[in-house]
């Protein structure tokens, strides 16, 4: 009897541990390739195989999104056109554009209309007494003789004065002002754009690392449903022992305990799904609640090599050398103001009124042009002091320059290393897997013949679920590095 009973025990536990070292077989989470989950098989057909089985089907509590699966590329496209960040980066991009055209036709003549209307109320009368005036001969001698002069009687009026017409300035020399302006103007342009490849560039980091964070969920979740089922396995196999007689009831309550913590973790890992999914949502521009499905593959990351931690293509440095540029031209800007101004100037119009003896002395159409010159003699220092103040600010800036150039070398430096030590991560976690693999096989064979306990079954389950999940975050930690690294160097396309 007691052989029979020894017999029937190890045919009870070769079914729950030979559940197990099928699932640790067949659910092996992966990147590139997503294991996909097969239908269950009863129970008593798993007891009576031998032969791995597939991977087991998902529990209704984590069902996937019924919608078409997304991939990478097409959840950064989303994000390209629809984040609110690029597009206020485009607006930048215009307005600079608009001035860039604004300061090149301050090269070019301008042309104007003008018009003035002024009324005066001033009026009066000049009057010369008439009389007996000797005549002067033509070389300027008196002859002796005398003409009459009746008089001169004047009567203004100042009234209305009214005029109007175009005037043509054509700028010779401002200081320098006016070409300085252009090629700030033209710093700012190339300032904008590199604004707006960095804000391409974090669009690109955030939604790829969402995008990441929704593949982990959904490996985090098979993996969490894999755990499940070997524990329901094993639950059923000790729950029938038990009604045998041959397990106490301290393991079938052992093994339930474990099984609602699988159930738990199930939950959680559900919920971490469709987080990541909401999220994702936002970053591509669609409502938060919209079902979300993603290809459950990353890129592979590279490796970062000798001379890889250059940031000659980082947007943030050339945004450096053109704010730079513009502090340069800001400091010429400021000298040209104590610098002579000459300019250019025609006028052709029409100017009318000023009243005389009931007419009108100005009336008529007139060409005017000169040329317009402007010196600055002295203005108690405002001028030089400003010039003193932008030579300040622009030698701050060069520290500021060189120091913000230094941290970017270190990040760059730092984004390389951690990408080399994350590469290293997955190297290991791999490792563990295939000694928690080893591991739970082992203890599956020793558990069959009643050689381990219940416990160190139920812990190399929990090792292997470990391990999994730690290949998982390995793999998501490592494609966050190389998004952090290609940033650094300024390589996300």
């Not at 009576?48 to 950064?76: F, G, H, I, N, Y």
């Not at 054509?170 to 033209?186: F, I």
């Not at 030698?395 to 030590?421: G, H, P, S, V």
Request: glycine share 8%.
């Amino acid at each position: 009897m007691k052989r029979i009973t020894l017999l029937l025990l190890c045919a009870l536990a070769a079914g729950a541990g030979g559940a197990a070292a099928q699932t640790a077989q067949s659910v092996r989470p992966s990147f590139s390739e997503p294991a996909e989950p097969a239908q269950k098989r009863p129970l008593a057909e798993m007891e009576r195989s031998e032969q791995p089985v597939s991977k087991p089907a998902p529990l209704p509590s984590a069902p996937l999104p019924s919608a078409a699966p997304l991939t990478l590329d097409r959840c950064v496209e989303l994000a390209r056109a629809n984040n609110r960040r690029l597009q206020a980066a485009d607006r930048q991009v215009e307005a600079q554009r608009f001035e860039l055209r604004s300061a090149r036709a301050l090269l070019f003549p301008s042309l104007g209309a003008s018009g003035t209307a002024l009324y005066g109320t001033t009026d009066g009368r000049i009057g010369i007494a008439g009389g007996m005036l000797p005549v002067v001969g033509a070389d300027g001698v008196p002859t002796g003789a005398s003409a009459y002069f009746p008089g001169l009687d004047l009567n203004y009026d100042l009234g209305w004065l009214y005029g109007g017409g175009v005037q043509l300035e054509q700028p010779l020399y401002l200081g320098g002002k006016v070409r300085t302006g252009y090629r700030m103007a033209g710093s700012a342009y190339r300032l904008a754009l590199e604004n707006r490849r960095r804000s391409e560039a974090e669009t690109v980091v955030e939604t790829s690392r969402a995008y990441a964070d929704v593949v982990r969920a959904q490996e985090l979740c098979k993996v969490a449903e894999a755990a499940h089922a070997l524990l329901g396995e094993l639950q059923r196999s000790v729950q029938r022992a038990f009604r045998e007689g041959m397990k106490p009831r301290s393991e079938v309550l052992k093994v339930e305990v474990k099984y609602r913590e699988s159930e738990r973790n199930l939950l959680r890992s559900a919920h971490a799904r469709r987080l990541a999914a909401m999220y994702l949502n936002r970053c591509i521009g669609r409502p938060l609640t919209d079902s979300l499905a993603v290809e459950g593959s990353l890129p592979e990351a590279e490796e970062a090599g000798p001379g890889a931690t250059g940031i000659a293509d980082r947007p943030e440095l050339r945004m450096l050398d053109a704010q730079y540029e513009l502090q340069r031209r800001q400091v010429e800007l400021t000298r040209a103001e104590r610098r002579p101004q000459v300019a250019l100037v025609g006028r052709y119009g029409y100017l009318g009124g000023l009243g005389l003896n009931g007419g009108t002395v100005l009336h008529g159409w007139s060409f005017l042009a000169g040329v317009r010159l402007s010196v600055p003699l002295f203005h108690f220092g405002r001028h030089t002091n400003r010039v003193r103040a932008a030579e300040a600010r622009f030698e701050q800036f060069r520290a500021e320059r060189e120091d913000a150039c230094e941290l970017l070398e270190l990040e760059a430096a730092r984004a390389a290393d951690n990408l080399e030590e994350a590469q290293l991560e997955v190297r290991l976690a791999e490792a563990e897997v295939r000694s928690a693999d080893e591991h739970l096989r082992a203890s599956r064979r020793r558990y069959e013949a009643g050689f381990e306990t219940l416990s160190d079954y139920l812990e190399a389950q929990a090792l292997w679920q470990q391990a999994q999940q730690q290949r998982v975050e390995a793999q998501t930690a490592r494609y966050v590095r190389l998004l952090e690294y290609r940033r650094a160097v300024g390589r996300i396309d």
